[in-house]
């Protein structure tokens, strides 16, 4: 056995999933990462970007930013339930964290606001006490904004609308409807309002509330708008949950890349027949070729697998579904499960899955009937087959790697954190994380050996929240995936990117 190559797919992205943004007082556009953990500052002239809250300080998922009068940044916390503040020497205090899911957040003068993003949600005031609530019902807020006749404008993602309210409460008022898809509404200098829609197309629609109420739309073709912000020129930023990055865009809808995009993950990774390469992407499907491309937006993807025209998939919230590329259908073969992560395929078409959360693997057959393989296991990562037939689990809690039959047999043990396998020819290959590297095991000897050490430092510990809060997803754990490639090769997802690797011998 010799060692690999490696050759990074796409470049890592600096902002991995980009939220919230809004301009800080150093002229910088300040971006919450809610997959990462941590909020960043960019030279919207440069694109340089600095860390400006790690992954590993008190503030979990952060979603929206808004500065305050006196400088201090506020953040909300969306899966933990909490806003912060983050004051000017770089301290945080907890403004409060009796909010259910918080998202949007706006100042009315010295007059903090945030919204919550829940079926039935609240718009509330913050201040030294409980939150006063203004208005409930709302259809899943997120980011708002203080408008010219002094209400905050917010959506409803649920039902495509967008409400105003006046900041000392009373009834809403509807102000637009039929709005595809809205994830945040924005005011230009000029007053005209514009709202972002979270689909594919990356779809902006301006109404001009001043005048006749008109609509006009610009489509960006930025994949999963967030958040927007503009500057004193009246130039427009926007961020991407899906695809990360920063990108200004013109008035005719043309953009200028400012921070790259690329991966919020990537999780799983396959290779079809063909010798294309798909990795799941938590909210999208993707393939890496020089860039990202987003083959669909269909959260939440982390486990996939190829199987002809269809991709089969996990999410670690619970869901085994199969895509359709020729008609884009997605069939859901089974729910309620917990954590499942790695999947492979039968030659019969039967979906084998290991379930984290349960310690099990499992089988979907073709009418979609849910089966055991096998029970018992820590936290089964992900599962492969060999050219017999026979398939494989890794076992992250108890870093081993086992070959499922009557009974478990241990193939691979003393492994830290072994997540995606595969395996060609006669060798395992296992992404062992804990020491962030690739080991190989001869599956005739037993015998082990590390065929690549992944450069860099490890990521930061962070704690991570809730895989569910108030029934909607969380931040879902990092999943490194392995897949097998043409010619021996190998495709490893690390590092925000996914790595080809190929044997040292050959060119």
Do not use: C, K
């Given at each position: ?78 899966v933990p339930g909490r806003v912060w503040r983050r004051h000017p020497d770089a301290t945080f205090s907890l403004v409060t964290d ?167 993950g990537p999780y799983g990774v396959t290779v079809d027949l063909g010798g294309t390469v798909h990795a799941a992407d938590h909210y ?224």
């Open positions: 056995m010799s060692g690999f190559r490696a050759r990074r797919l796409t470049r890592p992205a600096p902002l991995r999933g980009s939220n919230g943004v809004t301009f800080g007082p150093d002229g910088r556009l300040y971006v919450a990462q809610f997959l990462a953990g941590e909020i960043s500052a960019v030279d919207p002239a440069s694109g340089d970007v600095e860390v400006i809250v790690a992954a590993d300080g008190p503030v979990q998922a952060p979603d929206d930013l808004a500065f305050g009068p006196d400088g201090s940044l506020y953040i909300t916390d969306l009796r909010v259910r899911l918080p998202n949007g957040i706006a100042f009315a003068g010295d007059r903090l606001f945030v919204n919550e993003m829940i079926p039935r949600g609240r718009l509330l005031e913050l201040g030294a006490g409980e939150p006063a609530v203004l208005t409930g019902d709302l259809a899943m807020g997120n980011a708002m904004q203080l408008g010219p006749d002094g209400h905050l404008y917010y959506p409803h993602m649920l039902t495509g609308e967008v409400f105003r309210i006046a900041p000392d409460g009373g009834p809403p008022d509807l102000v637009a409807a039929d709005v595809p898809e809205p994830v945040a509404v924005r005011f230009d200098r000029a007053g005209t309002l514009l709202v972002l829609s979270r689909g594919a197309a990356g779809v902006i629609t301006r109404i001009d509330l001043a005048g006749t109420g008109g609509r006009s739309v610009l489509t960006t073709g930025l994949p999963g708008l967030d958040n927007a912000a503009f500057d004193a020129e009246n130039r427009m930023y926007v961020t991407s949950f899906a695809g990360g990055g920063l990108a200004e865009v013109h008035p005719d809808g043309r953009t200028r890349e400012v921070a790259p995009r690329g991966f919020a999208r499907i993707t393939e890496p070729r020089g860039d990202v491309t987003t083959t669909e937006l269909l959260p939440f993807a982390h486990g996939i697998a190829a199987d002809g025209d269809l991709l089969h998939l996990t999410s670690q919230y619970g869901q085994v579904r199969t895509y359709d590329r020729g008609t884009r259908a997605v069939r859901t073969r089974a729910a309620g499960l917990d954590r499942p992560l790695g999947i492979g395929v039968r030659a019969d078409g039967t979906l084998v899955v290991a379930e984290a959360g349960a310690g099990r693997v499992l089988a979907v057959d073709a009418g979609d009937a849910v089966t055991e393989l096998a029970t018992g296991l820590g936290r089964p990562a992900d599962v492969t087959a060999d050219g017999e037939g026979r398939w494989y689990v890794s076992d992250e809690e108890r870093g081993t790697v086992y070959r499922l039959g009557s009974e478990l047999t241990v193939v691979a043990e003393d492994l830290q954190a072994p997540q995606g396998i595969t395996v060609v020819d006669d060798w395992l290959y296992v992404a062992e994380t804990g020491r962030a590297r690739v080991v190989a095991v001869d599956l005739t000897t037993g015998e082990t050996e590390v065929v690549l050490e992944l450069p860099g430092t490890p990521a930061p510990a962070r704690e991570f929240p809730a895989l569910h809060a108030h029934g909607l997803p969380g931040v879902p754990r990092p999943f490194a995936g392995l897949a097998a490639g043409p010619g021996g090769s190998l495709y490893l997802t690390a590092g925000g990117t996914v790595v080809h690797l190929t044997p040292a011998e050959r060119p």
